[in-house]
């Protein structure tokens, strides 16, 4: 799977330097959504009655 993805975004002769760069680097991690499954932090999420 790695060698899929760094292929895919350094490309050809990019392999060596994203291997090196840490995984947070030439992976980053999908946007958190917002408003679709993680409720609002300010408030309790309306499925849950409020205590």
Do not use: F, H, I
């Amino acid at each position: 799977m790695d060698s899929g993805v760094v292929t895919s975004s350094g490309g050809s002769g990019s392999q060596d330097t994203y291997q090196n760069l840490p995984p947070a680097k030439r992976r980053p991690p999908p946007p958190p959504p917002q408003g679709r499954r993680d409720p609002s932090p300010e408030g309790p999420p309306p499925a849950l009655p409020p205590r």
